[in-house]
């Protein structure tokens, strides 16, 4: 079993679900991100406009006024960056930023950034949401027709990268998870179940992004994401064990010390097995 790397997630907006507000001063933002990448978190993943359903529009201007002291200072610092955004704009600047992923929830379906993404050795995050365009919505995908729809999109979007010269092996998965997937939680459940059906189907690395989400308050009754951390932790272990090459959290040191107890339990059990 392959350990995970750890994207920590660090949110520079106002309306974030979990944490909007808390980090729009770039210092605060910098020593999030350097506590982060202390607690465990290998990337820092830097969001400059919330992708929630009730979430506001912000300008690429805007985005990358967010962005840029933080990735100067993490970058000297010498912690890796990705940056989570489908402004192409925001894309553009990332790559001249010098990131080391950029992370897409359309996918990077606009072929006006192809030759640059082409030309950058970035690693991409190429992320399936049911709405394809824009921020969340709350559409009714039954768990039943959910796979089909993830295997045709990357389907088509790994044809249309690759086609433009983005090297394969740069791809990574991300099916998406909440309302990416669909209002009802049993979409997550049954594609976080059947990681496995993604990665025989692609053969590409899968990035896992259940930090907080919507699926979970509706497992366990908890509607305040704040009091997710415990289920978080469970469903990450979970994808941790069945494939998960990359996972996104909110609490690396949590998912960190998990991923240590389980290393340690895999050894002793083959040790005395």
């Known amino acids: ?7 920590g997630i660090l949110n520079i907006t106002e309306d974030s679900f979990s944490d909007g507000g808390r980090n ?16 465990g978190a290998q990337i820092i993943d830097l969001g400059a406009a919330a992708s929630n359903i009730a ?35 925001t894309q553009l600047f990332a790559l001249r930023a010098g990131v080391e992923f950029l992370n897409d929830i ?11 993404l082409a030309a950058a050795c970035c690693r991409l995050v190429v992320m399936h949401a049911v709405q394809g365009r824009g921020r969340a919505q709350r559409v009714p995908v ?6 089909s729809r993830i295997e045709d999109f990357f389907a088509a979007r790994i044809t249309a990268l690759t086609k433009a010269g983005v090297a394969r092996e740069r791809l990574i998965l991300d099916p998406g998870m909440g309302f ?35 699926f979970l308050a509706a497992v366990t009754g ?6 997710l951390g415990p289920a978080t932790l469970a ?14 959290t909110h609490d690396p040191a949590a998912l960190r010390d998990g991923l240590l107890v389980m290393a340690a339990l895999r050894r002793e059990a083959e040790a005395t097995g």
């Open 180 to 214: 990416f997937l669909s209002s009802e939680a049993a979409a997550s459940l049954t594609v976080l179940s059947g990681l496995d059906r993604l990665k025989r189907s692609f053969g590409l690395p899968v990035l896992v992004s259940v930090s907080r989400k919507s």
């Open 222 to 227: 908890r509607q305040v994401a704040g009091q």
């Open 24 to 39: 729009l001063d770039p210092a605060i933002a910098i020593a999030t991100a350097r506590r982060l990448a202390a607690d």
């Open 142 to 147: 039954p768990a039943d027709e959910i796979w």
């Open 55 to 89: 979430a506001r529009p912000v300008a690429p201007e805007e985005e990358i006024c967010r962005l840029a002291p933080v990735i100067a200072a993490l970058r000297e610092d010498g912690i890796a960056v990705s940056v989570d955004s489908f402004a192409p704009a």
């Open 235 to 248: 469903a990450e272990l979970y994808a941790s064990a069945h494939g998960a090459d990359y996972i996104r």
């Open 106 to 116: 359309q996918g990077f379906p606009d072929p006006v950034v192809y030759p640059q």
């Open 1 to 7: 079993m392959t350990t995970p790397m750890l994207f």
